[in-house]
T-cell receptor, first 118, second 115 residues
Framework: AQKVTQAQTEISVVEKEDVTLDCVYETRDTTYYLFWYKQPPSGELVFLIRRNSFDEQNEISGRYSWNFQKSTSSFNFTITASQVVDSAVYFCALSEANRGSTLGRLYFGRGTQLTVWP | ETGVTQSPTHLIKTRGQQVTLRCSSQ?????VSWYQQALGQGPQFIFQ???????GRGNFPPRFSGLQFPNYSSELNVNALELDDSALYLCASSQNTYTQGGEAFFGQGTRLTVV
């Protein structure tokens, strides 16, 4: 069963627009972690954020913010005032931590290609 | 930079050949995971090594094998290469404990092309 769904395959915005990337996850574990990674054309996955299942507080880091809602199993990512340098593929990922899970194993969504036009 | 380095960065192999990819993990990290990322897809978990032992495996055939060394660096070996093995192979290192997995930091990847 697919554990992480990123329904948006591609998004295009013009610079300075706000953009939200959606992520829906599925797990039976009570303890889990959610992640967002950025993958620029160079290929390396850049870690952006990690949240655990017991902390539903939204987080803001500069122009980035994350909205975690357990009730809807969603962990959405918003970029405010987007810039050309934000153009990349963004991946949402899930890691499960209950007994029987491989600690740190990441289940990735298929990614969302974000293009920001000048 | 994450401190995770992979070699080589690019590789071209012929179907049926064998390949070895290498990963040097970040200092202080005891866990290495390997992922395969096909074009246009998200990374798929191949396996994980924790303190030199395989600690979990994804849905990959036995011709995908690995090693972790005492310094926690790692190798991924693929035998009898098939065209579908063409992908970006990513290595991730993390500091895992018995109860909690840490953030995974990725290398730049090895792009393997099988012809």
């Amino acid at each position: 069963a697919q554990k992480v769904t990123q329904a948006q395959t591609e998004i295009s915005v013009v610079e300075k627009e706000d953009v939200t990337l959606d992520c829906v996850y599925e797990t039976r574990d009570t303890t889990y972690y959610l992640f967002w990674y950025k993958q620029p054309p160079s290929g390396e996955l850049v870690f952006l954020i990690r949240r655990n299942s017991f902390d539903e507080q939204n987080e803001i880091s500069g122009r980035y913010s994350w909205n975690f809602q357990k009730s809807t199993s969603s962990f959405n990512f918003t970029i405010t005032a987007s810039q050309v340098v934000d153009s990349a593929v963004y991946f949402c990922a899930l890691s499960e931590a209950n007994r029987g899970s491989t600690l740190g194993r990441l289940y990735f969504g298929r990614g969302t290609q974000l293009t920001v036009w000048p | 930079e994450t401190g995770v380095t992979q070699s080589p960065t690019h590789l071209i192999k012929t179907r049926g050949q064998q390949v070895t990819l290498r990963c040097s993990s970040q200092s202080g990290h005891n866990t290495v995971s390997w992922y395969q990322q096909a074009l246009g897809q998200g990374p798929q978990f191949i396996f994980q090594y924790y303190r030199e032992e395989e600690n979990g495996r994804g849905n990959f055939p036995p011709r995908f094998s690995g090693l972790q060394f005492p310094n926690y660096s790692s190798e991924l070996n693929v035998n009898a290469l098939e065209l579908d093995d063409s992908a970006l192979y990513l290595c991730a290192s993390s500091q895992n404990t018995y109860t909690q997995g840490g953030e995974a930091f990725f290398g730049q990847g090895t792009r393997l092309t099988v012809v």
